[in-house]
């Protein structure tokens, strides 16, 4: 394995609808794995095709290889695997979890015919991200058929193949870490349908509304967003999405109507998003304000028409006028302003129909 060829290695083997557990001291390099997948297949085959065995197995095979000119030449005749009772590979899993002991969670699955490597970064330093990938891509294919003159060619293509992509420039709307059973996958939002493909296959799953999530924000109007307990991957990709394109007044009523209605949920701010035409600002800050802005509009009280003396103002209680107007309006205080919907918006934080 990259930057730590001697760590230990738990194996995890899915055959026949059956799961066989196994750890290693010789984790190897990237390409190792899969190389251990497609000789244990073959041995197999072999065997059965011979007609000796008819119910061999890859899990069979896998606890009688042994080191070779292929798998460590320097420790010949030494076994690559040793079975790991349940009981033992959960304790195993479960400090793998914690980051300690094993560098790597290996995963064969020849019912699906494919191949996971995830790694502990606790006691492996390096830039590889974790792997899921089936053993008939393009990819894995060119590289375990490369005519190398050193093996640490073939690793170090491998490294370049598999690296952790960068961390998203701080011009996305948000990014979001996926996280799921085990695997982490990083991306800025919004995200095409590629980026949403290539997430899948890393962390190993059909649907991202599956993954535990976590949120970075870097726009100053959508904080709050950061501050939901429920998250979920879809609404907030359409949430980046329309803050992508949304101007600067249309974020500013958005933020003051999600501190004003007060969402516990992503399909809340959802709901603030879809009913954003029927929610008003009014960028004043006390009642007073209120009171001129409703008789007076976007003029300020330095901009006066001639049709209104500025001495009749001594006559005008703004401010009784501007509560009259804030309790028959429903407006509600924000830091950016007041927040009313003459049609009164009532916050929904129902999943939508795709989600339920």
């Not at 502990?120 to 830039?127: F, G, K, Q, S």
């Not at 409703?294 to 501007?322: H, P």
Request: with cysteine; glycine share 6%.
């Amino acid at each position: 394995m990259p930057e730590g060829t001697n760590t230990k290695a738990l194996y995890t083997v899915i055959e026949s609808s059956t799961t066989t557990y196994f750890h290693s001291y010789n984790s190897g390099g990237l390409s190792f794995p899969f190389h251990i997948y497609d000789k244990a297949q073959s041995i197999a085959e072999i065997i059965r095709n011979s007609g000796f065995q008819d119910t061999v197995w890859a899990k069979d095979v896998l606890p009688l290889m042994s080191t070779d000119n292929k798998f460590y030449p320097e420790n010949k005749n030494e076994y690559l695997m040793t079975p790991l009772p349940v009981d033992l590979a959960r304790e195993h899993f479960e400090n793998f979890r914690k980051g300690l002991d094993f560098g790597y969670s290996i995963t064969l699955d020849y019912d699906r015919k494919t191949v996971g490597i995830e790694i502990n970064r606790n006691l492996v330093h390096t830039n590889v991200q974790d792997i899921h990938i089936s053993v008939n891509d393009p990819k894995v294919i060119k590289l375990l058929s490369m005519d190398c003159a050193d093996a640490a060619d073939r690793e170090c293509e491998f490294r370049n193949a598999f690296a952790e992509p960068p961390k998203p420039a701080k011009n996305y709307i948000m990014s979001v870490k996926l996280e799921y059973n085990g695997k982490h996958f990083i991306s800025g939002l919004p995200m095409d349908e590629d980026g949403i493909d290539t997430a899948k296959v890393n962390l190993g799953v059909n649907d991202l509304d599956y993954c535990n999530i976590s949120v970075d924000i870097n726009n100053r109007y959508l904080n709050s967003i950061a501050e939901i307990s429920e998250q979920n991957f879809t609404e907030l990709n359409s949430i980046a999405d329309w803050a992508e394109s949304a101007d600067e007044d249309e974020l500013k009523k958005f933020a003051a109507a999600v501190q004003a209605y007060k969402p516990r949920t992503v399909f809340g701010i959802s709901n603030i998003i879809d009913n954003l035409g029927d929610i008003e600002l009014v960028e004043v800050y006390s009642t007073e304000e209120y009171g001129h802005e409703a008789l007076y509009g976007c003029n300020s009280r330095d901009e006066l028409t001639q049709s209104f003396e500025s001495q009749v103002e001594d006559y005008i209680d703004f401010d009784r006028y501007g509560r009259d107007l804030m309790d028959e309006d429903g407006a509600i205080e924000t830091d950016y302003g007041y927040i009313y919907s003459e049609d009164g918006f009532e916050l929904d934080e129902t999943p939508s129909m795709q989600m339920l």
